[in-house]
């Protein structure tokens, strides 16, 4: 992880200013924190020491079960919050946040801003906005797993976790997300070669063909 110093930060604070979404100054003690592919943003089971503001990239929410097992819950992506449940909440079970491809994300030191946060209409109204729909989107995830066969549902979630056009998921992991049987996995993965849409190398696929995974995966959009 990068924090960006001096000009550097002073450059991207200006370019990507949030500044619209508060009532008062928060760019004064606003950090710019920089994640690679894989690198974990929380650990699971930590409360973080900022609310993150994502700028450019996704990452993954992850949890671990009582068995051991490791559940894939869901992306964030640009404009998205994270941390906003631990703002809100003095006792909250963290989910462990690992990026998918490189990850900037504003942090503010929530020690600093919590009491300013949480007495801040205008945010507050931003962040119930932001809750409403990640809800919504959660339960549309659930009803698309009955309304679309898998063809759509894995074309979507290839080009939410590709990083500059590589694929490279867990199968496991893949099959615990979308509800589905390992075969049923590889069957498709397997169509999508034939199709050249993909393309393996190695245990990685290269996206081929953007459009027709697009294409697919728009089908969700349009329910």
């Known amino acids: 992880m990068e924090i960006f110093k001096g000009e ?19 760019e004064q ?3 710019v924190h920089e994640y ?20 450019e990239g996704k990452a993954k929410i992850y949890i671990t079960h009582q068995n051991g097992k490791v559940s894939l819950l869901n992306f964030i992506n640009a404009n998205e919050y994270i941390g906003e449940m631990e703002l809100l909440h ?16 504003f942090a503010l030191p929530i020690h600093y801003y919590r009491t300013q946060l949480l007495e801040d209409a205008k945010f507050l109204r931003e962040l119930t906005k932001f809750l409403s729909v990640k809800a919504t989107l959660m339960a549309a995830k659930y ?21 500059e056009g590589i694929y490279k998921e867990k199968h496991v992991a893949v099959c615990d997300y979308l509800g589905v049987s390992y075969r049923h996995l590889l ?37």
């Open 90 to 105: 003095d006792v909250y079970y963290t989910k462990g946040i690992q990026a998918t491809t490189k990850t900037i994300c």
């Open 29 to 31: 003690f606003i950090e």
């Open 8 to 26: 550097k930060k002073r450059l991207y604070v200006k370019q990507n200013s949030i500044a619209h979404l508060f009532s008062f100054p928060v």
């Open 36 to 55: 690679q592919r894989d690198e974990w943003i929380i650990q699971e089971g930590t409360r973080p020491d900022f609310l993150f503001y994502v700028v």
């Open 143 to 163: 009803s698309q797993s009955l309304a679309f066969p898998l063809e759509n549902r894995l074309a979507d979630f290839i080009l939410q976790t590709a990083d």
């Open 187 to 223: 069957h498709v993965l397997t169509q999508f070669c034939e199709k050249r849409y993909l393309q393996k190398e190695g245990r990685n696929y290269q996206i081929i063909q953007y459009d027709a995974l697009y294409e697919l995966a728009e089908m969700l959009k349009n329910k």
